[in-house]
């Protein structure tokens, strides 16, 4: 059970995914967020819940996908919040915003295909 957070393993994730340049690989975080969303059931259930809005399901899928590779780096009890996730990508030029962006149009692609 998840009863811990620390900004500190928050970041380590979350840069793991940083370029050279120090900006977020918007594109491959993206699709690594749909894939683990499409693979995920209740994840991908939920793309189709059209009583919530696309943002909303992208931003849970985007935090579930960070805490899942929490627990797989090692912080099995630990989970990120959304205002550590807020402050970090405020500091690496808002790229969890676009990412966010190509998730909903994922979201609506999904629900299309329907």
Known sequence: MRTR?????TYEILGGYLMSNNELNIEYFAH???ITAENTKALYDERFNTRRKRRNIAINEMMFFINQELYFNGYETYYATSQQVMKWDKEHNN???KVLDIVEESIQTTRNEQ
């Open 5 to 9: 957070t620390n900004q500190n393993y």
């Open 32 to 34: 690594l967020v749909n």
């Open 95 to 97: 790229g969890l915003e």
